[in-house]
């Protein structure tokens, strides 16, 4: 049942973006043909949009942090972004790198808890696309409705609320991809090494899926935090703004939080974790030798990454209008 649903999420968000993106040049070409007046991408951003994806890409050949796989994932994911929307690129770049980063943390303490982490952090396009799918497909969707270019985020003006809407989903969904990243990678790498069970308080292994820690709350904060941070910066910079929407800064910080808490509830619940005997690690499958802590094998955390991330996306506009109270 789980690698079913793995492999149903990771095609969705693998092919949905290749589809929506010819769709929305085959629109344009229409729309530019019978309506007129359709802006047209520039060959500077087309360009740019091609260069940015092969300079990351040579980047994590480098490092060694993406097999190839991931690097052609992320290669499309990143044409997508830049051509739609440069904040978008920006925010996501930064998500990669940081996580890149943290992922090799104390790498082998994390390695010693959790038999997933044992087996390398090297990102998959698994990793990429469950992260990245949803922020790429909401992108082109931007692209088909708003048009490539940066655009302020303003729900009070007609003209801007699609693009805002479709913006600040983004956002969102970069976000609560970073913080949750962010949460599980700081957590298991600081600390005395135990967690929270999200859903009945009891104290189990650090790495358990759906185990809470403080320092790993304020992690998937202060990372959604900086994708917000980012975003707004970048979105001074490409747009008319007279000033910094600061105010992103705690959506992202709320998209990150959230994300984390998402992915903890299910992970206790709909993610099996149980205790190797004789390795002395967790694992996430059942098997004779191992003692369950939690949850059920239902899914795994590419599916979960998935879900968690579609979620946020879809309650960060509403979450936008509430913090920054434009209705």
Not at 49 to 65: D, H, M, T
Not at 130 to 153: D, F, H, M, Q, R
Not at 296 to 302: G, I, K
Request: charged share 10%.
């Amino acid at each position: 049942m789980s690698k079913t649903l793995v492999a149903f999420f990771s095609a969705l968000s693998f092919v949905i973006a290749p589809i929506i993106l010819i769709t929305w040049l085959a629109l344009l070409v229409v729309r530019a043909h019978y309506v007129g007046g359709v802006s047209v991408v520039s060959p500077g951003r087309l360009l740019l949009a091609g260069i940015v994806p092969i300079f990351f890409a040579l980047r994590e050949v480098s490092k060694k942090s993406l097999t190839l796989s991931g690097i052609f994932a992320a290669s499309v994911v990143g044409f997508v972004l830049t051509l739609a929307n440069l904040c978008f690129i920006a925010s996501i770049l930064v998500f990669f790198l940081t996580s890149s980063k943290l992922t090799k943390f104390r790498a082998e303490r994390k390695a010693k808890q959790d038999e997933e982490a044992s087996e390398g952090s090297v990102r998959t396009w698994l990793n990429v696309l469950n992260n990245g799918g949803v922020p790429t497909a909401l992108a082109s969707l931007y692209a088909v409705e708003v048009g490539c270019k940066e655009t302020a985020i303003d729900f009070d003006d007609p003209y801007l609320y699609v693009s805002s809407w479709l913006s600040i989903a983004v956002l969102g969904a970069v976000a609560s991809a970073c913080g949750d990243t962010w949460a599980s990678e700081v957590g298991a790498a600081v600390g005395k090494g135990t967690a929270t069970l999200i859903t009945t308080g009891e104290t189990v292994p650090a790495g358990t899926n759906g185990g809470v820690t403080v320092v790993g709350t304020v992690a998937s904060a202060c990372g959604g935090a900086v994708i917000g941070l980012t975003y707004a910066i970048m979105n001074y910079l490409t747009t008319d703004l007279m000033h910094v929407p600061w105010f992103l800064i705690g959506l992202g910080a709320t998209a990150g939080f959230l994300g984390s808490f998402l992915d903890s509830l299910f992970g206790a619940t709909a993610q099996y974790s149980g205790f190797d005997e004789d390795s002395k690690k967790i694992v996430s499958k059942p098997r004779p030798g191992v003692k369950h802590i939690s949850g059920v094998p239902l899914l795994n955390n590419h599916a979960v990454n998935f879900i968690t991330c579609f979620i946020t996306s879809m309650l960060s506009p509403f979450l936008c209008r509430l913090l920054t109270n434009v209705f």
